[in-house]
């Protein structure tokens, strides 16, 4: 079974740009969470989309958002990027019930300039 | 809100030595526990897993019990090898908790973890 994939992998984006990344969760997974990994935060919960819904949102500010597609697959998106959004963005993804063991994909790494 | 704490690393072994890192959680429901790895340059990869007191997780010669007296999930391993060396991360799922805790992992500050041959 193939695991979770994100793209792009890397990017270089300049402040005040927005930016759309993807992940693909295992298939039968109707769960997708996603995280920013900093050294000085560690990993932050951002936001969580199950069946096209969020459930659950962490502590970002509005610029931070997403959503599921009715195949499970999931977009955030980050507008008027700031110098502190650079940043490992993760998404995990999981069945959605019962104690929450996520799988999670390689990551997408973001740099802004 | 929950937490959870780790030992400060980094930790420096010989291989072959014997591994002990230390979790310890708050939560204010049932949490399911878990450990993640992380090699360089790669997402997370779940090490093990417990969901009830008592309950012992175990893979690839690594060991957590589940401690509710203590509220601690210690990874520990017999014999490390050069290829353990990561950052490894205890964390805890409230699912019965409700709203605030769907699809969230509490993540530890993470360990970081080096054996030399």
């Known amino acids: 079974k193939a695991g979770v994939t994100q793209t792009p992998r890397y990017l270089i984006k300049t402040r005040g740009q927005q930016v759309t990344l993807s992940c693909s969760p295992i298939?039968?997974?109707?769960?997708v969470s996603w995280y920013q990994q900093t050294p000085g935060q560690g990993l932050q919960f951002l936001f969580e989309?199950?069946?096209?819904?969020?459930?659950n949102k962490g502590n970002f500010p509005g610029r931070f958002s997403g959503r599921q597609f009715s195949n499970s697959r999931s977009e955030m998106n980050v507008s008027t990027l700031e110098l502190g959004d650079s940043a490992l963005y993760l998404c995990?993804?999981?069945?959605?019930?019962?104690?929450?063991?996520?799988?999670f994909g390689p990551g997408t790494r973001l740099t802004v300039t | 809100g929950n937490s959870v704490t780790q030992m400060e690393g980094p930790v420096t072994l010989s291989e072959e030595a014997f591994l002990t890192i230390n979790c310890t959680y708050t939560?204010?429901?049932?949490?399911?526990l878990f450990w993640y790895v992380q090699y360089p340059g790669e997402g997370l990869q779940l090490l093990l897993k417990?969901?009830?007191?008592?309950d012992k997780g175990s893979n690839k010669g690594f060991e957590a019990t589940y401690r509710k007296e203590t509220t601690s999930f210690h990874l520990e391993k017999g014999s490390v090898q050069v290829s353990d060396s990561a950052v490894y991360f205890c964390?805890?799922?409230?699912?019965?908790?409700?709203?605030?805790?769907?699809?969230?992992?509490?993540f530890g500050q993470g360990t970081i973890l080096t054996v030399h041959p």
């Open positions: 995990a993804s999981s069945l959605g019930l019962d104690w929450y063991e996520q799988y």
């Open positions: 298939s039968g997974h109707r769960s």
């Open positions: 989309y199950f069946s096209e819904t969020q459930r």
């Open positions: 939560a204010t429901g049932y949490p399911s």
């Open positions: 417990a969901t009830k007191a008592d």
């Open positions: 964390a805890l799922s409230d699912y019965n908790a409700g709203g605030t805790s769907y699809g969230k992992l509490t």
